[in-house]
Each structure stands twice: as structure tokens, then as C-alpha cells.
């Protein structure tokens, strides 16, 4: 019988069971183009002819032409036609298939084989619908994978309570020798079961758990929990897989259990953990990602089991630092399953014969090196960020993206070829209902799943996979390259290992030569390099290479240890300052060297290893902070970011999002806070080192950096906090000093207070416990190290003042109402003071208030007074006692500067309402110029020189010195002129 063109007239008369014949959504890729045509027409011309049809009069059921397994079901049970026309009208769903269910399920007094026909029998029905749907370009890949995951829980649930109601009246109910609770089985889905990605033939890895040991009770006999659920294990198993009459449910598979095939069928939880500390490898870390109970979760009981195994996985899954060691062992793994692939099949040149019997799961740029791809980012990164432990490979490749870690165009490249691999091995699997993913090998069965792809011939489907398998295949290979394969060496690989060599009882004899002698092999060797305390550095070499730590790494980690000494010392001998730069070199690997992670970062990625070499040899400082801080390597793999100005609203709602995730988990929350902090400086750093950033660029980087943080930690905070009383709180920060005036340095601390503005009658208790609590995560020291020193020493009345002002005494206190009053000094800090976090109304109210308090008539001669001694004040608890001028506290210095434009601010800010602006010291100066306050160029000069002082103390700082002065002569010309505007000013 000829297939009729369901499009034509050709066809007859309306069938019984009318099904669509165009996608209202076309799902991506090739089989989408296809639908937007008349896709029922191309799939009618395209299917073989048959007279099996089997679909009723009139009804033309693809399934049955396309699929050998589907003909021979609707052959077997010629009632199904009907129900599947029906139900491809619409996207299948779990409760769909529990009405077949139960529909299917005749009661019988063996439960177990009514459970199994009825099982069966919707089995067949829910592939047959799924041809069908997705045939006709109505069902997307997502709905396939997940109509087939509904399927296998809804089987393992339905067959658990069959089975769990059986034995009930033998050996009753397991129950929990501690709790007394009834316990249940746990079935754990790994794979694509795990990630609810299942292919239609696919088998369903599982794995079998419970939580308390004990007996069962209220049955003729008793049995342990364990050889309860071992029965209960194995029938299940049974149930499901053994093939009958009707077929089978799902081919199970039980090698992922603790020691595989070697292991009980079923463990407790409490051996489950243990297994995983102590002998857990790492493809079950891999295994382990996308492991999810499928088991029912109706009970108060499974659910807290359910918890408790992911509190137990979740750590050994996914590491607390990041986790860079997975690249190599995903490479090693990976190799072994090429390997076994390309035992069975050839490559992917062409159409021709090499292609014959390739495993598109398995093969180059295959569906395993996708999964690998979105791997990789999970187990390096997941343990400190919660959104990559999604468990869809597709989801993953999302979140790459959106974290910034996968350019948008390779993601979009691996989704596409996931998706057309994945449709691919669908139909692959439709033919003969076989888990298979090796291509056709006969013209004919070619022709057909080129047809059921939408394509005209086999070559062009070909071509089409090779040009979506290409670009995986690149991707992979780039991302798991071995990078030490160059066979380029560097010019010191053979010193460390003769070091090393010597190190362990390589001795020289009285008549020998001397190692440290600078005419010695070695020492002559690092001469050459271009290190010129080449004794000096050798005996460093000596004892790290006899050293205890050297010692005890592992195996994988001395040789990752060995390679990057190598290449440090290549690295430095390139610089003008070789040996301080292998010094720093050596500081850091010796800091690293117990961290596998960070040896493996640097080990996959030279490149970092070449900006580590640029870091440490630019910067003293840089050099101690990447040290303290060696998490920031990560950092040093991301060129763009390095380049790009930071985009403050969308890092702030990236934290407060990873700080939501973590909500509860107190240290977790400040080390996330702390971690992004230490990122975001480096990133700033690297960009001032490379010469990209200004002094004052850098400074209001690191002020905005600064406000972020703290409008964060607010927000972390306060959802913390029990006593609060409302969802927000009404409170604010107020910047003073550095920060005030956006004048920040890497090493600043921060001059805050605190102000709120509720008349609630808990509030100054509330926001006492809020602000200490605040301080405590600004200040602490955790693994991940400090966030900011505070210095609060700004707030009314100083140390002896309260924690919390409120906005109202904060007001009076400044205007000087009532008995206590501010001093002049703090109207001289309120100069540089401004609203930095937290509730915005505050914030406008106290920069009114600040400018009202800055306009305040003042008398010019006592203002002067009272500066003039403060200045002197500052000047003797600063003394310099070296021959070098100090560009901040000595006379003609920084402090000089800001005293003179601080006063100019508050005498003169009354009749010029611009001076009131918080706009910087230079800019004020020159304003001043320009209203006639001061000379004009000498303003200019001043504020030139002080930039100039900025950056001469910049560097300085960056050089890792905690004084910033310098020869008086490098600065007279400066000095000079802020010593003139100072006379000019104040008549001294």
C-alpha cells in the first residue's frame, strides 16, 4: 500500500483521528527549517511504502513507517493506532501517563506480573506517541528527553509500592532501629536519567541507597533492613528490565554503585560516604553530578533522606576551591573512551566507507565531548558557584554563558550540534528500538534516517553532522590539550631535575666539585640564565628540592610542581630584574605548592603562567597579594575581562544573586563576598600595572568597588539578622576620608558611619545589632582572607560615640544644636565625606545636610586658627626621620594640600554653593583659581603637583613600600609651590 500525502486531496476522506501536520513551534536546527515546509508532505514522500499501516481507516501514523518497533507494536495491538493519533495532538505529560497507567493495570493476584504487562504496555505506548510527535517536527528535544525520563520515575514509583505492598504481608514494613521511622528504598538516577535528558532506547543507571539500619516489623518474618532492600532491589530490577512477551520497561544498569559490580546491590548512606571519602575516584565525581532521587519524595522520611544525600555528594562533587586538577583527568579519561571507540570505528572525513560504523556519542566531536565541555565548568567551578550544579547539559552551557565563561557563539555551536546529535540518535534508536549510536551501515537504513532527519540523501546528512561535529571537535581539543606537548623547552628544564637529583642524597665528595662554588655546573648555568646571585639562588633550589613539603606532594603534583619551576625560571630570566623576580617566583610556587588545583591551573595554562611571571615582576605588592590571595589565577585566564571597564550594576546583582544562593550558610556568604572583592581588585590591579589606568582611575575603581561591596553586604546582612523588624531596613553608610573623596588604594581601609532614620521603638537596638554584625563580616578573617579594614573613629564623638546615630541627632550634632556639637576637624572631614550604600532617602538627606553645613558662616581668622593647630597636630604624630621627603605628612606635602583646600571649602562654600561639591582635590583647587580665592596658576601648579604626589606614592606603594618618600631634590619644584600656596593662604 502507497503511504497518501496527508497534504493532498490524494488523501481520502478525513481520518477518524485527525493529527496535525505542521509544528505551531518549530523546534532548532535542521528538522525546524524542514517543518516551516510542508514537512508531512516531505515525510510521506520520504518513508518506504507498506501495507503494515495499521492506524485505522484513513489514519497515517509515521510512527509505524518509519520505525521497524513501532510497526510491529501498532501489528501486535491494532487498538493502539487510536491512542496514539490522539495523543500526539498533544505535548505527552506525566499525568497522561498515569491515567494509561492505570487504565493498562488489571488487578491480579500476582501483583508483580500485572505491575510488569501494564508497564510494558505503556511503555510501547509513550514510544509510539513519541515517534510520532517528533516525526512530524511537533516535539522538541527537550520534550522527548523528558516524556522518556516521566516514564522511567513514574516506573520505578509505581513499581517500588507494587513491590513495597507485596512483601508488606511476608516481612512488613524496614524501619529504623534509632528512629523507629519506616524507611524506603532510595533509587538514585545517574546519567541522562540523573539530568532528565533520556534517550528513547536508552538504559537507566541506578543506584540503590537507604538511610537507618534495623529490622523489619509487622510481617511473619523479619528481615534486616539490608537484605529487605536487596529483595526489594532486585525485584525491582526484574520489574523493570527482564523482557517478556510485551517487551521490557528499561534496561538497568547497577555499575555506578559503590565498587561497581564488585559492591552490594544496595548501601546505606553512611557507606555511601565513606566510600566516596575514601575511595571515591574521579569519573564518579563525574558520575555523581547529575545523580538525582527519583524515587517517590511524598514523605516526610524521603524527603529528609533526599537532603541528607545531597549534603553528602554535593562536597565530593563539587570542590571548595577552584578545581582545575578535573582537565587532566578528564583528558586521560576521555582518551581511554576514544580509544575504545576508534576500536570499532573509523573516522568522519567523508561520506564514504570510513563513516560506516561511527559512534556519534563516542566519536571526535561526539555527544560525550559536549557533555565533557559543560563538565569541565561544573567540577571546576561549581563549589563556589550553586548555579552550575544544574544537571541538563543544555542548562549548563547556559550558565556558562551568562557567568561569562564560554563566549556566547562556541556555546550556541555546542547546543547545536547537542541538539542535532541528540535528534540523530533518536532516530538511530526509532528503527529497531536498539541503544545505539553507531551510524547505519546498509544504503537502505542510511537513506531512511537521512529521510527521517529531513534530508534528501545520506552525503547530505553527512555533511551537515561533519559541519556541526567539526567545531566541537576543535573546541574540545583546545580546551583539553596537553599543554606541556611543546616540544620547545625551555632553556633551565634540565637544572631544576639535576637539583632535585641532588637533592635526594647526591652528595659531593671531599675531592668533588663544590655545587655552590659560582665556577660549579649549576651556579654557571644560572649565571648564564641571566641570574646574578646565582649561589644565593641555587641554595634556594637546594632546599626547596630537599624540603619536606617538596616531598611529600603527590606524584601528579611534583611533576605539575617540577614542570612549573622549569618554567619560572625560564620565565624570569627574561626580566631586567631576573633574580627578584625568581625570589617572587619561588614565594609563590612554595605558597601553591600544596594546592592541586592551582598547580593544575598553571600546568593547562601557560598563558597564565606567563601573566603570573608579568604580575610578580611589576609589582612588589602585586607580587604578595597574588601570593596571599593564589585563588585569583583564575583571573589571569580571562584576557577580555582584563581589558574591560567593570560593569558595577550588573557585579553587584552577580553577587547579591550568589549571596541569595548561599542564603543560611554564614562563612560560605563572607568567603563569596571576599573571593568576588579580591577578583574584582586584581582586575583592576592587573589593568593600573599595564599601564591602562590612571592614579585617579584607579582610586575611583576601587571607591566604586568599595560602595558595591558594602551595598551587598547590607543586603546579606540584614536577610540574616532575626531582630530586624522590617524587609528593609532603613539605614545608610556614609563614606569619610579616602573613600569619601574616591581617592581609595588597594591597601585603604575604609572611614564609615552609620546613620538610620526609623522611628520604630526597636529600631536603635535593631540597627546597633545590624551595624555590629555588619563590622564582623567586613573585618573577619576567613580561609578565603579580610574584606576591608573599618575605622569608625569618624562617627559623633569618635570611640566614645555610638555605633549608630540616628539622622535626626546625626543633624544636630553637625549644626552644633544642643551642648554637644562637632568639632571643626569633623566639618573639615565632612568636606570629603558623601552617601555610599544603603537606603537612598538617607543618603539624599545628609548630602543637603552636609552642604547646608558647609555654607555655615565662619569667621576666617579663627577658622585659620583652628587648622593651623590641627595641622601641627598631624605633623607630630607623623615624624619623618630620614633625609627622604614624605609626599603625604611633610610640610610642602599632601596633607598640606587638603588642609588648604578644606579650609578654602568651608570659609568660602557660603558664597560659592560650588565648593561644596564632592568633586576631588584637584578640581577644587582650580575652581578655587578661577572664582579668585587663590592665585590661578599657582592653583594649577598645586593641583599638578598634587597628582604628581599621588602617583609618586602609588608606585611606591605598588613597590611594597609602606612609607612613600623619596629624595627631597625629585620633588623640590613641587614642594615649592604648595609651601607658597600655604603663605599664600594662611600667612605663614
Not at 1 to 6: F, G, N, W
Not at 509 to 533: I, K, M, N, V, Y
Not at 635 to 660: C, G, M, N, T
Not at 729 to 746: D, H, M, N, T
Amino acid at each position: 500500500m502507497t503511504v497518501p500525502d496527508p497534504t493532498s486531496s490524494a488523501a481520502g476522506a478525513a481520518p477518524a483521528h485527525p493529527l496535525p501536520t505542521e509544528a505551531p513551534d518549530a523546534p532548532p536546527g535542521p528538522i525546524g527549517n524542514m517543518v516551516e515546509g510542508a514537512y508531512a508532505t516531505v515525510m510521506a514522500r520520504a518513508l518506504p511504502a507498506t501495507d503494515s499501516n495499521a492506524a485505522g481507516e484513513g489514519d497515517v501514523l509515521y510512527s509505524g513507517q518509519a520505525s521497524h518497533y513501532a510497526r510491529r507494536v501498532l501489528q501486535a495491538r491494532p487498538e493502539l493506532a487510536a491512542v496514539v493519533a490522539d495523543a500526539a495532538r498533544a505535548p505527552l505529560t506525566r499525568t497522561w501517563m498515569e491515567a494509561r497507567l492505570q487504565a493498562l493495570h488489571a488487578p491480579s493476584a500476582d501483583a508483580e506480573a500485572a505491575a510488569a504487562q501494564a508497564l510494558r504496555r505503556l511503555r510501547a505506548e509513550v514510544m509510539c506517541v513519541v515517534i510520532e510527535r517528533d516525526l512530524r517536527g511537533l516535539a522538541p528535544l527537550g520534550e522527548i528527553t523528558g516524556a522518556m525520563t516521566d516514564l522511567a520515575e513514574l516506573g520505578i514509583q509505581f513499581g517500588l509500592r507494587v513491590l513495597g505492598d507485596d512483601l508488606a504481608a511476608t516481612y512488613g514494613r524496614p524501619t529504623g532501629a534509632q528512629s523507629g521511622e519506616v524507611q524506603e528504598l532510595v533509587v538514585v538516577g545517574m546519567g541522562k536519567l540523573g539530568g532528565r535528558e533520556l534517550n528513547v532506547s536508552s538504559d537507566i543507571d541506578l543506584i540503590f541507597l537507604y538511610d537507618e539500619d534495623g529490622d523489619t516489623q509487622g510481617g511473619a518474618r523479619s528481615l534486616s533492613n539490608h537484605e529487605y532492600f536487596i529483595r526489594v532491589g532486585r525485584r525491582l530490577i526484574t520489574l523493570l528490565s527482564e523482557v517478556t512477551a510485551d517487551g521490557y520497561v528499561f534496561r538497568v544498569d547497577m555499575r555506578l554503585r559503590p565498587n561497581g559490580d564488585a559492591g552490594p546491590l544496595v548501601c546505606s548512606l553512611g557507606m555511601l560516604e565513606e566510600y566516596l571519602v575514601v575511595q571515591g575516584r574521579e569519573w564518579e565525581r563525574y558520575a555523581w553530578i547529575k545523580g538525582r532521587v527519583v524515587s517517590a519524595l511524598d514523605t516526610p522520611h524521603a524527603t529528609r533522606t533526599a537532603a541528607l544525600l545531597g549534603r553528602l555528594t554535593t562536597p565530593f562533587v563539587f570542590r571548595r576551591y577552584l578545581d582545575y586538577g578535573v582537565i587532566a583527568a578528564i583528558r586521560a579519561l576521555h582518551a581511554q573512551i576514544r580509544a575504545e571507540a576508534a576500536k570499532r570505528s573509523g573516522g568522519l572525513a567523508g561520506h564514504g566507507v570510513n563513516q560506516r560504523s561511527f559512534n556519534i556519542k563516542l566519536g571526535r566531536g561526539g555527544i560525550r565531548e559536549i557533555e565533557f565541555m559543560a563538565q569541565v565548568f561544573q567540577l571546576i567551578r561549581g563549589g563556589q558557584d550553586a548555579a552550575l550544579r544544574v544537571r541538563p547539559t543544555l542548562e549548563v552551557l547556559d550558565v556558562a554563558v551568562a557567568r561569562n565563561l564560554l563566549p556566547a557563539g562556541q556555546a550556541e555551536q555546542l547546543a547545536d550540534a547537542y541538539r542535532f546529535l541528540r535528534q540523530l540518535e533518536h532516530r538511530l534508536q526509532y528503527r529497531d528500538d536498539a541503544q545505539t549510536h553507531h551510524l547505519p551501515t546498509s544504503e537502505d537504513e542510511q537513506l531512511a534516517v537521512a529521510r527521517m532527519m529531513g534530508y534528501e540523501d545520506w552525503p547530505a546528512l553527512v555533511a551537515q553532522m561533519n559541519a556541526l561535529m567539526a567545531p566541537v571537535a576543535q573546541q574540545f581539543e583546545a580546551t583539553f590539550a596537553d599543554p606541556f606537548s611543546d616540544p620547545d623547552a625551555p632553556q633551565c628544564e634540565a637544572l631544576w631535575p639535576e637539583i632535585v637529583r641532588e637533592g635526594q642524597g647526591s652528595r659531593p665528595t671531599q675531592d668533588g666539585p663544590d655545587e655552590t662554588d659560582p665556577e660549579s655546573s649549576p651556579c654557571q648555568r644560572l649565571q648564564a640564565a641571566g641570574f646574578s646571585d646565582c649561589t644565593g639562588l641555587y641554595d634556594r633550589l637546594r632546599a626547596i628540592a630537599t624540603s619536606v613539603r617538596y616531598r611529600a606532594l603527590s606524584e601528579s603534583s611534583r611533576a605539575r610542581f617540577d614542570q612549573l619551576v622549569n618554567r619560572a625560571l625560564d620565565l624570569a630570566n627574561k626580566q631586567d630584574d631576573a633574580d627578584s623576580t625568581i625570589a617572587r617566583f619561588l614565594d609563590f610556587l612554595d605558597a601553591i605548592s600544596r594546592r592541586a588545583s592551582y598547580l593544575s591551573l598553571l600546568s593547562e595554562y601557560p598563558q597564565a603562567m606567563d601573566r603570573v611571571a608579568q604580575t610578580l615582576h611589576a609589582s612588589r605588592w602585586a607580587a604578595a597579594y597574588l601570593t596571599r590571595h593564589p585563588q585569583l589565577l583564575d583571573e589571569l585566564l580571562d584576557s577580555e575581562a582584563l581589558a574591560s571597564a567593570p560593569d558595577w550594576p550588573a557585579f553587584r546583582a552577580r553577587v547579591a544573586e550568589r549571596l541569595q544562593v548561599a542564603h543560611g550558610q554564614v562563612e560560605m556568604q563572607m568567603d563569596i563576598l571576599r573571593r568576588e572583592h579580591h577578583a574584582e581588585t586584581f582586575r583592576i590591579l592587573l589593568q593600573d600595572l599595564h599601564g591602562l589606568l590612571t592614579v585617579e582611575q584607579v582610586a575611583d575603581r576601587l571607591s566604586d568597588l568599595a560602595d558595591a561591596m558594602l551595598e551587598v553586604t547590607l543586603g546579606a546582612v540584614w536577610a540574616q539578622l532575626a531582630t530586624r523588624h522590617a524587609e528593609t531596613p532603613r539605614f545608610a553608610v556614609i563614606a569619610y576620608g579616602r573613600l569619601g573623596g574616591k581617592e581609595l588604594g588597594y591597601a585603604s581601609d575604609l572611614d564609615i558611619i552609620f546613620l538610620y532614620d526609623d522611628d520604630h521603638e526597636r529600631a536603635p537596638d535593631v540597627y546597633a545589632a545590624y551595624a555590629r554584625r555588619l563590622i564582623t563580616w567586613l573585618t573577619s578573617h576567613t580561609a578565603a582572607g579580610m574584606l576591608f579594614d573599618v575605622d569608625m573613629r569618624l562617627r559623633p564623638n569618635g570611640a566614645a560615640g555610638l555605633l549608630v546615630t540616628s539622622f535626626d541627632a546625626f543633624r544636630r550634632y553637625q549644626l552644633r544644636e544642643g551642648d554637644n556639637t562637632a568639632w571643626v576637624w569633623e566639618h573639615q572631614a565632612l568636606t570629603r565625606a558623601r552617601w555610599c550604600a544603603g537606603d537612598s532617602a538617607i543618603g539624599a538627606r545628609f548630602e543637603a545636610l552636609r552642604e547646608e553645613v558647609l555654607r555655615q558662616p565662619r569667621d576666617a581668622a579663627a577658622l585659620r586658627d583652628e587648622i593651623v593647630q590641627m595641622r601641627a597636630k598631624v605633623a607630630e604624630g607623623h615624624p619623618n626621620p630620614t633625609p627622604l621627603f614624605d609626599l603625604k605628612h611633610d610640610r610642602g606635602g599632601m596633607v598640606d594640600i587638603e588642609f588648604t583646600v578644606q579650609y578654602l571649602v568651608l570659609l568660602h562654600s557660603g558664597a560659592h554653593p560650588s565648593l561644596t561639591g564632592n568633586k576631588g582635590n584637584i578640581a577644587l583647587l582650580r575652581m578655587a583659581g578661577e572664582l579668585g580665592l587663590i592665585d590661578k596658576t599657582l592653583a594649577v601648579a598645586v593641583g599638578d603637583a598634587y597628582r604628581l604626589f599621588r602617583a609618586r606614592q602609588h608606585k611606591l606603594r605598588l613597590d611594597g613600600q609602606d612609607q612613600a618618600r623619596v629624595p627631597p631634590a625629585s620633588v623640590a619644584d613641587q614642594t615649592a609651590q604648595v609651601q607658597a600656596l600655604w603663605r599664600a593662604v594662611f600667612g605663614e
